[in-house]
């Protein structure tokens, strides 16, 4: 079965500052796909970013990007020019291409903070 | 804008009470899923549905049931609540196909006394 582990449970930063959330995942398929999904508080859960394993090259959405690292399976979220809507819990979420039914698995997630 | 809406935010109920948390999409999804979210734990999947009247079970089936009826609507089920049910109940739903994304509810908050 997959794992996603987040190892961080809390992390702070300065508005307009740059912040890296890190998360590893354990899998023996070589075809998945990755997510960071953000949960502000009191309100839904959206999708930040996706990374689809087979691609090299790393996603990005405006201010946020990942740093996909496949052979160590590690998928990181770096936020730049953090901002206060930023604050929230992220979760990064992990899934087999094998199957389209399949499922996500979650990270813990990691709270966020944004200090002004 | 797409919508998940789940019939209730928050919830009181006793120890043995059945409790219905009710999800409604307007997406025409295929997929749809609850989850459970405990502190440092992130999410858990309880069951998902693929179709109407289709179940799988997910991660941690114990203890629930469901209901899919119509495509658009998504029971999960507690017979008999227990304490350690206490928790935050996420419905999402997604369309078919490998990379179908995933639309969130609000939640809804469970206490059970």
């Known amino acids: 079965a997959q794992t996603v582990t987040q190892s961080q449970p809390e992390m702070s930063v300065q508005e307009a500052e740059t912040v890296t959330l890190s998360c590893t995942y354990d899998?023996?398929?070589?075809?998945?796909?990755l997510f960071w999904y953000k949960q502000p508080p009191s309100r839904q859960m959206i999708l930040v970013i996706r990374q689809e394993a087979y691609k090299q090259q790393n996603a990005t959405e405006n201010r946020f990007s990942v740093n996909f690292q496949k052979a160590a399976k590690s998928f990181s979220l770096k936020i730049s020019d953090s901002q206060l809507g930023d604050a929230a819990m992220y979760f990064c979420a992990y899934r087999s291409a094998r199957n389209a039914g399949n499922m996500l698995t979650f990270g813990g997630g990691t709270r966020l903070m944004v200090k002004p | 804008d797409v919508k998940v809406t789940q019939s209730s935010r928050y919830l009181v109920k006793r120890t043995g009470e059945k409790v219905f948390l009710e999800c409604v999409q307007d997406?025409?999804?295929?997929?749809m899923f609850w989850y459970r979210q405990d502190p440092g734990l992130g999410l858990r999947l309880i069951y998902f549905?693929?179709?109407?009247?289709?179940?799988e079970k997910g991660d941690i089936p114990e203890g629930y049931s469901v209901s899919r009826e119509k495509k658009e609507r998504f029971s999960l089920i507690l017979e008999s609540a227990s304490t350690n049910q206490t928790s935050m109940y996420l419905c999402?739903?997604?369309?078919?196909?490998?990379?179908?994304?995933?639309?969130f509810g609000e939640g809804s908050r469970l206490t059970v006394l």
């Open positions: 999402a739903s997604r369309s078919g196909g490998f990379t179908g994304e995933l639309f």
């Open positions: 997406m025409d999804h295929e997929n």
């Open positions: 549905s693929y179709d109407v009247k289709m179940k």
């Open positions: 899998t023996s398929e070589s075809d998945y796909y």
